[in-house]
């Protein structure tokens, strides 16, 4: 800034209220590389201390200049003592006066223009909205660093120097200057210890920074609100600010339109919180700093009607039945954007009313979509286990938080949850869900090598299906069984299962499953020997799963075909397979580690160590953020396994 300004390039400092932007502008007036190129022809107007006309700016402006001309209608009186020296003007605030919204907006705008046009005067204009003068350079003035936002709260505070807990708020603040200002200036004058000051915000969050003074964070927000653009939007302004406050992630643009269905000019209202600084964008989502977010959030969300409107479509989006042999399918995939808003809005509205059928349905398809498409554990986990036994909505929740801790790796919880699940269904006389729950059982206690139990489990649920007349379902139960049977190394039991299983579905609706069936036979041919068979049931399984474009079994298809060549030592073949599963993924995590981990065991098998390697820490890094420690145990020995080998 010290730069532009000795060469006198015009400069808009632009940002939300309280991020620092007077501050930056007055340490450039008081600069004294500044002094010495401008003297005393360094003049700074605060332009919210006067009415937004274009009479009062200029007789402003004439007075702090010193040109010495009253009533100025225009700049033409001002011109020659305008371009008689060198100078520096600071527009302070100046969205008061450049609001396109406001009533005189147009010819104060063309006058600061013109300001901006003199070859002599640095015009430096701070304001919160971007309708400035284009040929100004414009900055965008950030949070602080770290380091800085610790450096400025310690300048005011002095009553302790424990930094964890500090740091922690101060992340909190999204470092965000006006906030950490005021959070040490209460507690320094409070004479609040770390500890004390740490209770206070836990307790009152920004309501701490709510002094009863013009600085506060509340009237700072309360400036933005009232300019004219904003008041412009209409009624539903407010509400909307709210909702985007209420979400972590804020809100994704590309929903506006099934978020926000009485908003008739939603991706507009946007453009103009983002014009007026109140909110910014950031990886598709509009989202604002946290002390914004904390302030303007709905103190009472039940409350809320456009918060509730918002709430009913993400549970309507979520009932959508997930099924891979539908197009609904893909469409699901929407919740790997959104699952962070969703899940706080369910940890929301269940602590709201414990009793809301409505938001625990919600949650259980919410898990159920996770499931398919972005496997994590959820926070909403403790909560659904504290609910009562006799609470309808416990059992659904957890056989779908059981899959989760499945998918993760957690074998042991996954196990805990459905036999928890297995006892309620029980309790309330649930013949099908009971089924389903010990096939549910069988699968998991087969993926931790007890296939035994995994095969008694499996015969019980195909007895309860067949006697409740669901051939579909008792198909599925009985490629559970066939996966069992071929982790007891029961081949021809195992065959026998799959081959009925296959024969049981109907000609349409359930190629999925009909792929899995496919899937275990060609396992239980490889196991016999038979290697031609086993590929010929992956050939049939690829042809079905390509037809209907399912591409989940598309991944795990290929996946096997990768293996099974890998194994006849076919690399090449090998390796095409695991490109064609990449590109079957469907961006989720899990599946793309899956592929990375089968890429690095192929380049250790081609004895490339490079190409190992990196394969392996990224499936690696991928399963540690999921959680899935089993798998991430195993590639730690595949990598040491790579670096100790001698090359």
Partial sequence: MVGFAERRVPIALIGVGGIGKTSVVLTVLHHNRIKQRFGDNRWFIRCDQFPASRTHFLRRLSKVIGAGVENPEDLAPLRRYLSSKEMLIVLDNAESILDPQGTNAGGIYAIVNELAQFNNICLCVTSRISTIPPDCETLEIPTLSMEAAHNAFYRIYKHGRRPDPINNILERLDYHPLSITLLATVAQQNKWDTDRLTTEWEKQRTGVLDAQHSGSLAATIGLSLASPMFRELGPDARGLLEVIAFFPQGVNE??????????????????????????????????????????????????????????????????????????????????????????????????????????WDACSKFMYHLHWHKPRLVTLGPKIEALPDDHPSKAKCLKYLSWLFGLVGN?????????????????????????????????????????????????????????????????????????????????????????????????????????????????????????????????MALGIASSSNLHVELFWIHYSLADLFSGQGKFDDAQAHVQHAKSHAVNNPYLLARASWQQARLWYQRHRPEEAKSEALQALDAFEKLGVTNAAERIRKLIQAIDAIQW
């Fill in 411 to 539: 074998r042991g919880e996954q196990i805990r949850l459905l036999v928890h699940s297995l006892k309620l269904w029980r309790e309330w006389g649930n013949e099908y869900q009971v089924a389903l729950t010990l096939r549910f059982l069988c699968e998991a206690n087969r993926l931790i090598d007890l296939p035994k139990e995994g095969i008694q489990y499996a015969k019980d649920a195909s007895e309860i299906f067949e006697r409740l007349g669901e051939p579909v379902d008792q198909a599925k139960c009985l490629i559970n069984l066939a996966w069992a049977l071929h982790g007891d190394k029961r081949f021809d039991a195992a065959e026998e299962a799959a081959s009925r299983a296959i024969d049981l579905f109907p000609e349409q609706g359930h190629q999925s499953m009909v792929c899995q069936g496919h899937r275990v036979l060609s396992d239980i041919y490889c196991s016999k020997g038979e290697t031609e068979k086993a590929i010929r049931h992956l050939e």
């Fill in 254 to 359: 590309k929903n506006i339109g099934w978020l926000f269905p009485t908003i008739s000019d939603g991706p507009n209202m946007f453009d103009k919180f983002c014009t007026l600084s109140l909110t910014y964008r950031s990886n598709e989502f509009t989202t604002m700093l946290a002390p914004l977010r904390d302030h303007l959030r709905p103190k009472d969300p039940g409350s809320s009607p456009l918060l509730g409107t918002t709430k009913e479509c993400y549970f309507t989006r979520l009932s959508v039945n997930i099924d891979p042999d539908k197009p609904e399918f893909e469409e699901s995939q929407w919740i790997t954007s959104e699952d962070v808003n969703v899940e706080h809005l369910l940890d929301v509205f269940t602590s709201i009313d414990e009793n809301s059928g409505d938001a």
